[in-house]
């Protein structure tokens, strides 16, 4: 079992930044990959980025050169920094990540508010 514990959600101005932070129960060395994922009212929830063991990214075409995952191993933590923000980023943020162990599994954590608005 793998909690995670996001933090950093909040209001900010269009063109502001923010940092979330998601911090694992267990070493992420032991997760094969972990990733925000984002959900505005009424739409589905989508992937935002992600960060696989090895340290390679992925990021959604929308968010591309304005947000950067990264990761520290010795607190067990992922960030995403939100540069340049839109009222159009405007969701849930949520923490996943996926351990494979034969099976995958896959775990979540409780959602962090992030408003963009004037």
């Known amino acids: 079992q793998v909690q995670l514990v996001e933090s950093g959600g909040g209001l900010v101005q269009p063109g502001g930044s923010l940092r979330l932070s998601c911090a694992a129960s267990?070493?992420?060395?032991?997760?094969?990959?972990m990733g925000w994922y984002r959900q505005a009212p009424g739409k589905e929830r989508e992937l935002v980025a992600t960060i696989a063991m090895g340290g390679n990214t992925n990021y959604a075409d929308n968010v591309k050169g304005r947000f950067t995952i990264s990761r520290d191993t010795a607190k067990n933590t992922v960030f995403l920094q939100m540069n340049s923000l839109k009222p159009e980023d405007t969701a849930v943020y949520y923490c996943?990540?996926?351990?494979?162990?034969?099976?995958?599994?896959?775990?979540w954590g409780q959602g962090t508010q992030v408003t963009v608005s004037s």
């Open positions: 996943k990540a996926v351990r494979r162990l034969g099976l995958s599994y896959e775990y």
């Open positions: 267990i070493s992420i060395f032991s997760i094969n990959a």
